[in-house]
């Protein structure tokens, strides 16, 4: 059989029919039939063919990197010409590895276990990133004062002595969780990333699943590691990866408790979408799929799912009621914040979708969600609406910032899974999925996380492990002294906890008022919370300025400029400070994308 042109593209596809072939091997029963030489021809056609598109595609995106305008792993910094023939190399021993995974029969036990196992894997690859993102300062802020104070001063001091921005309580709370059980140690928080990243894809595979069958499910639980944007931010101890799994457990816990009914589901799908809400205020708005999940099974029978609707909706209700008599102040207050400030700023600090959904996101998932509105139009899908509606939204809403989409990629892999569903070759959507993930996996690792290893931000992290192999003296503890920055508005107040969350030293840190201003237009920026910043009681300990004195404890001094030492622009309090002080170390690794860096010289005092 040869098929060319359009017959042949016609013949890849065929109309869409449920699978329940977990195996996913060439044919739908344990028995493996002779293929004939026709059949044979075709895979190998569409093998090359895909493996083509696989490298066309990444020539096309690098040559094309100037549109890629993300504000943290842009193509025109972390795929240049140094790092393209290291891609290029990996990408097409990737192309091999992913056509043996598609000309084999993937795991028919327990797949859910392997993709736990593969996606934990794969982020821990990434741990050795450090924390380029400014925002980490605030989560452990809020995280330490629970690992100090403890549980009870968290829920009481929460909005008031813990200063919270226009964060919710819960992923801190958990952070503080982790400090308090297992110490402060940032891998304790990477792993609990890790967790929830790898759950996430759990949870999409189950979702994939249920709603239409195993294949799809698998699909797209495997899609969600061909996304490099989101592999760089299972690491980050922020917020977002943890509101991506909250967010993805109300929606599978939504749909179950509709499909089934029963007071534990009902319970449990309001209680996960309270949980859901309290990570994250900009799940608020995409938590408006849950009326469709309601309204998409209706087909069920119209009384009793709107019986189970309402029973949801009132718990929900209920529960988040009793959140807004905890806090209603400071609540109403963040939602003032965020109408007057971040929403107006939302179309400042964008960035574009043609950034997000083919640099950030392999172009395939891109290609084959949009196909995917097609197939579900044909075959008059209403469930389809429930992973669609998101990204209607985000498109009508304008919603470009990439880190503001993370919680939504489980839905944009379930649309790609549900258009590749619709190709008739069994290999060749293996073979795509494969492609897909392979790929991301090495724009990420050979691309990304080289780039991101030499910002500035890693002086912190080598610094805190070689503070931690110092004797820092009788006390143990360290001075910190952060000079202002030469060249960006951030406060650098902000990089002590940066600092505190990667060594097991204790940091003194006093805020120099007078030294530091705050610039008049960071009103209107993105890094205006920095300037919001309060020096928490743990880094302050009475009498502590007179034991440094007399003490004479190492110095740490952080800056953002060499010049500001080459040319001797220091304050003279600090000049005074140095006085029988000799430099032990300088961490000064800097880069020429960020305006913020983050450079360290540790000063020890000379004996006595």
Not at 10 to 32: E, K
Not at 197 to 220: D, E, Q
Not at 268 to 273: D, E, G, K, V
């Amino acid at each position: 059989m040869s098929k060319t042109g359009s017959g042949y593209v016609r013949g890849l596809f065929l109309r869409w029919r449920p699978r329940t072939d977990i195996l996913l091997s060439a044919v739908d029963n344990n028995m493996t039939l002779p293929q004939s030489k026709p059949k044979q021809n075709e895979d190998l056609l569409i093998s090359v063919l895909i493996s083509l598109l696989t490298l066309t595609t990444v020539f096309i995106l690098y040559v094309f990197r100037s549109l890629d305008d993300n504000r943290l792993t842009s193509w025109q910094w972390t795929v240049t010409d140094v790092e393209l023939p290291t891609i290029l190399l990996m990408l097409v021993v990737g192309i091999f590895v992913s056509y043996l995974l598609a000309a084999y029969s993937w795991p028919l036990r327990k797949p859910a276990v392997w993709l736990f196992i593969s996606a934990f894997i794969v982020s821990a690859l990434f741990w050795s990133e450090p924390e380029v993102i400014v925002d980490t300062s605030r989560y452990f802020i809020q995280a330490k004062y629970l690992e100090v104070y403890g549980v009870a001063y968290f829920f009481k001091e929460w909005g008031n002595e813990i200063s919270v921005w226009t964060d919710l309580p819960l992923v801190p709370f958990l952070y503080g969780l982790v400090f308090n059980v297992f110490g402060e140690y940032r891998i304790a928080i990477q792993i609990l990333n890790s967790l929830f990243f790898s759950a996430t894809v759990i949870l999409t595979y189950l979702t994939g699943t249920m709603l239409w069958n195993k294949t799809l499910g698998l699909y797209a639980g495997s899609l969600l590691l061909g996304i490099p944007y989101l592999l760089t931010q299972v690491p980050l101890m922020l917020v977002d990866v943890a509101s991506m799994f909250f967010f993805t457990l109300a929606i599978f816990m939504t749909i179950k408790a509709v499909r089934q009914g029963g007071a534990i589901w009902l319970l449990s799908a309001a209680l996960t979408i309270v949980l859901a809400m309290l990570s994250k205020y900009s799940v608020w708005l995409m938590l408006s799929i849950v009326p469709i999940i309601f309204l998409s099974h209706l087909e069920y029978g119209r009384k009793i799912i709107l019986q189970r609707a309402v029973m949801i909706t009132l718990t929900t209700l209920s529960l988040i009621g009793l959140v807004l008599l905890w806090k209603y102040n400071v609540i109403v207050e963040q939602l003032t914040l965020l109408q007057s400030y971040q929403l107006p700023g939302l179309k400042r600090w964008s960035e574009s979708f043609s950034s997000t959904f083919f640099f950030q996101v392999h172009p395939f998932i891109t290609v084959a969600a949009v196909f995917s509105i097609y197939a579900a139009i044909k075959n008059k899908d209403i469930k389809y609406a429930i992973i669609s509606g998101l990204l209607l939204l985000v498109f009508v809403l304008e919603i470009k910032r990439a880190r503001y989409l993370i919680i939504i990629l489980p839905m944009l892999v379930l649309m790609a899974a549900y258009g590749l569903n619709e190709i008739r070759n069994i290999k060749a959507q293996k073979y795509i999925v494969a492609s897909a993930v392979v790929s991301a996996f090495v724009i990420a690792m050979f691309g990304y996380l080289p780039f991101l290893q030499n910002t500035s931000a890693i002086n912190l992290s080598q610094a805190g492990k070689y503070l931690d192999a110092i004797n820092a003296g009788d006390t143990g503890t360290i001075e910190v002294v952060a000079l202002a920055q030469q060249r960006s508005m951030v406060n650098p107040a902000v990089a002590i906890p940066m600092l505190d969350l990667v060594t097991q030293k204790k940091l003194v840190y006093n805020y120099d008022q007078a030294q530091i201003q705050r610039p008049a237009s960071v009103e209107t920026s993105s890094l205006r919370f920095t300037w919001e910043y309060k020096n928490p009681e743990y880094f302050v300990n009475e009498g502590l300025s007179a034991e440094i004195l007399t003490k004479r404890m190492p110095l740490v001094v952080i800056f953002g400029d060499a010049d500001q030492f080459n040319s001797k622009i220091i304050p003279a309090k600090l000049t005074e400070r140095l006085t029988n002080y000799r430099l032990d170390r300088e961490f000064v690794v800097s880069d020429k994308v960020f305006k913020y860096q983050t450079m360290i010289r540790l000063y020890l005092p000379e004996p006595a």
